[in-house]
């Protein structure tokens, strides 16, 4: 699987940065290997230095060089090709992880959790199936997942998530609209549209937040309005999240009311206030 999920990720080192496409950031398995063309070395320092950011949440320069024993020069240059991969984000004196809407840096998060979401997921498809995908990290490790299903229909927003189906016997069929750059998902009136005239008996969606009080939240309201009108077409529909996401509040609610839902797909670390209110409102958990 990640070989193929790989394929659809440029050399890191060809992109702008975090304000631009998904297309500057390493492999989700790898994300901070050095990438090709920088000479062979013992210490990657940039490996080194992006470990210790994305661990601590934000470093400062000075704290870096002198825990890594390196010229603040030195970690300044490593900084800045770890910003250009999407990776970091720098600000005075300091540097903090990329927390953006990028798929693939997100592929880079809690990898093992993720492929275990898709391989449980991947059940809830059958061989002819016409399903609804719209997009996040562990949506994409699932459509990567379920590719080789036969007969398989795919309706998704979401142009990353269209390209994992390449050379696949899949129909894919990509619902139009305003395109996001950063996320790569078209949004607005034709997306909604598109959605209230399509046909889909599964959907799959991915979400930023879940709180008993809350329901489940999204960071983007275009994202959401799309989200809220697959979810009111009442076809089966599944939320595919790590257990980071519970416990957490987004401005763009999605689905207050969870009878709309099936059920949701996630890991073992699931908080118990979660799992027992998703349960009680009749969704089926499978972790």
């Known amino acids: 699987m990640d070989g193929d999920l790989a394929a659809l990720i440029p050399d890191p080192g060809s992109g702008p940065g975090p304000g631009a496409r998904s297309e500057a950031v390493s492999p989700p398995a790898k ?23 994305l661990a601590s949440g934000g470093r400062k320069v000075v704290d870096l060089a002198a825990e890594l024993g390196l010229s603040e020069v030195t970690i300044r240059k490593a900084l800045d090709a770890l910003e250009r991969r999407g990776l970091v984000r720098r600000f005075h004196g ?3 992880p990329y927390d953006g809407d990028a798929i693939p840096f997100r592929m880079g998060l809690r990898v093992e959790e993720k492929r275990h979401i898709a391989e449980v ?21 699932f459509a990567e997942r379920i590719k080789g299903i036969r007969g398989l229909t795919v309706l998704t927003p979401n142009l990353f998530i ?17 395109y ?12 909604l549209e598109a959605v209230a005239r399509a046909g889909f008996g599964k959907a799959f969606l991915g979400v930023s937040g879940f709180t008993p009080a ?42 207050d009311d969870l009878r709309f839902l099936r059920g949701v797909v996630s890991d073992g670390e699931m908080p118990i206030n979660a799992r027992l209110a998703l349960e009680n ?3 089926r958990i499978l972790v």
């Not at 939240?217 to 009442?234: Q, Y």
């Open 162 to 178: 269209a390209r994992i189906f390449r050379s696949s016997a899949a129909k894919v069929v990509v619902i139009g609209g305003s």
């Open 214 to 255: 809350s329901g489940f939240t999204l960071n983007d309201f275009a994202r959401a309005e799309l989200t809220r009108a697959v979810i009111e077409r009442k076809a089966e529909t599944w939320v595919l999240t790590d257990s980071s996401k519970f416990d957490q509040v987004h401005a763009a609610a999605i689905c």
């Open 121 to 141: 997921a991947s059940g809830l498809v059958e061989p002819g199936d016409t399903i609804f995908i719209e997009a996040g990290s562990a949506i994409a490790f």
């Open 281 to 283: 409102a009749g969704l």
């Open 31 to 53: 994300p901070l290997r050095a990438g090709p063309g920088r000479p062979s070395a013992k210490r990657d320092i940039e490996a080194e230095v992006g470990s210790l950011v």
């Open 180 to 191: 996001q750059e950063e996320s790569e998902s078209l949004v607005g009136p034709m997306a």
């Open 94 to 96: 300091e540097a903090r």
